[in-house]
């Protein structure tokens, strides 16, 4: 996750606007990820939408000789834009920027 954390940062820094998405158990860990980076750098517009991810791969024994069938299924997931610039405050998913720690903590 430090990885990841490190690029959003660096993405930050660089430009405007970060999309972070995930699927299935990764959605927790993208969740705390948003989290963490709106509490360090604070002033974070968020929209967030939920989303799915159809996929398909190949069962391990062959039917008939030279046929394979496969597996399909879905899984859920999240997409979650962070942005410095004002994003859509109409949309359904969107959340306003709080402050960050640094600028609330005591002085």
Do not use: C, W
């Not at 660096?10 to 993208?30: E, M």
């Amino acid at each position: 996750m430090r990885r990841q954390l490190s690029f959003a940062f660096t993405k930050l820094k660089l430009s405007d606007t970060v999309v972070l998405s995930a699927y299935g158990q990764n959605v927790a860990k993208a969740v705390k990820m948003v989290e963490i980076l709106k509490l360090r750098l604070g002033l974070l517009h968020q929209e967030s939408s939920l989303d799915s991810l159809k996929y398909t791969y190949p069962k391990d024994k062959q039917v008939k000789e030279g046929e394979r069938k496969n597996y399909q299924g879905e899984v859920a997931g999240v997409v979650i834009k962070l942005s410095r610039k004002p994003l859509d405050k109409t949309a359904v998913g969107y959340q306003k920027p709080k402050p960050s720690e640094s600028t609330s903590s005591k002085k």
